[in-house]
C-alpha cells in the first residue's frame, strides 16, 4: 500500500515539474501566433505576421548571425583545448588533481557578470578593442568547461586495459589515443560541444559587457528591442529558436542516443 502511494506521489510530482518547465514555453509559442501587436495567450486571432517581422527586423538577423559565428568559433577553439586539458587531468597522478579539476570549473562556478566585468577589464588593458574578438575569448571560457566535464566523464569509463593492450601490440602513445581513446569518447566530447555551443549562443552575462555597437548578439539584441517594444515579435524568434533546438535534439537522439549522449559512453 505504501508502495502504491509512494509510486503515484512520484508520478504527481514528474507529472508537475514537467507542466512547470513546458508551460512558459506553450504560452510564449501561443503569443506568437497573435494577429495584434498586443501580448494575449491564447491569441484572440491567430496570424503569422509576427515571424516575418521578426525574420525582417535587421538587428535580430544581424544578432542571430553574430551569435552563430561567435558560438562556432569558441567552440571549435575550446573543443581541442578542452579535449587535452581533460585527458591531462585524466592521466595525472599529481595530489592536486582535484584542485585543477576544480579550477576548470571556476567558469561554471563564477557569476558570469564578474567573469563579464573581468574580461572587460583584461581585454581593454590589452588594447583589444574588436567587438567579435572579446566575444570569442568570452565565450571560449563558456564552451570550456562544458567540453572537459563531459570528456572527463567518457574518459572515466574508459577501459585502462584497452590502452595498455594496444602498446603491447606496438601502438605508440599517440595512435593509442587518436585510434583507440577518441573513438570511445566521442559521445562525450559531442554532449560538451553541443552544451557549449547552445550556452554560447544564447548567452547574456557576459556578452553583455563584451558588446559594441557594430557587434551585437541575438540574446542582446532581444534585450534592448524589449526596452522599447514589446510586441509578439519577440515571441515568434523565441519560438524559432525553441524549434532550432528542439529539432537538434531529435538528430542528436537519432544519431547518438540522448542517454549515451550526455551520460559519455
Not at 120 to 136: C, E, F, H, M, Y
Request: overall charge positive; hydrophobic content about 55%.
Amino acid at each position: 500500500m505504501m508502495a502504491a502511494i509512494q509510486k503515484r506521489a512520484f508520478w504527481v510530482w514528474s507529472a508537475f515539474l514537467y507542466i512547470f518547465i513546458v508551460t512558459p514555453l506553450i504560452c510564449v509559442v501561443l503569443a506568437s501566433f497573435n494577429q495584434e501587436s498586443v501580448q494575449s495567450v491564447p491569441p484572440l486571432q491567430w496570424s503569422l505576421r509576427w515571424y516575418g517581422e521578426a525574420i525582417r527586423n535587421p538587428n535580430f538577423v544581424r544578432g542571430a548571425l553574430t551569435s552563430l559565428v561567435v558560438a562556432t568559433v569558441a567552440t571549435i577553439i575550446a573543443t581541442p583545448i578542452g579535449m587535452l586539458g581533460a585527458f591531462g587531468l585524466w592521466k595525472s597522478k599529481s595530489r592536486y588533481k582535484a584542485a585543477m579539476d576544480a579550477f576548470f570549473a571556476l567558469p561554471i562556478v563564477v557569476p558570469g557578470l564578474v567573469t563579464g566585468i573581468s574580461l572587460l577589464i583584461v581585454l581593454t588593458a590589452a588594447d583589444q578593442s574588436a567587438g567579435n574578438v572579446k566575444l570569442i575569448c568570452g565565450h571560449v571560457l563558456i564552451v570550456l568547461p562544458y567540453v572537459i566535464r563531459t570528456t572527463l566523464a567518457s574518459l572515466a569509463q574508459f577501459n585502462p586495459s584497452l590502452w595498455e593492450a594496444a602498446e603491447t601490440l606496438g601502438a605508440s602513445p599517440l595512435q593509442v589515443l587518436w585510434k583507440i581513446v577518441l573513438p570511445i569518447i566521442r559521445p562525450g566530447i559531442v554532449a560538451g560541444m553541443v552544451f557549449g555551443f547552445i550556452l554560447s549562443f544564447d548567452d547574456v552575462n557576459i556578452s553583455l559587457f563584451l558588446v559594441d555597437a557594430r557587434t551585437i548578439t541575438l540574446p542582446i539584441s532581444i534585450m534592448s528591442y524589449l526596452q522599447f517594444s514589446f510586441d509578439p515579435s519577440v515571441a515568434a524568434i523565441s519560438t524559432i529558436l525553441i524549434g532550432i533546438t528542439f529539432v537538434s535534439t531529435l538528430l542528436l537522439e537519432r544519431l547518438f542516443g540522448l542517454k549515451r549522449l550526455f551520460a559519455g559512453g
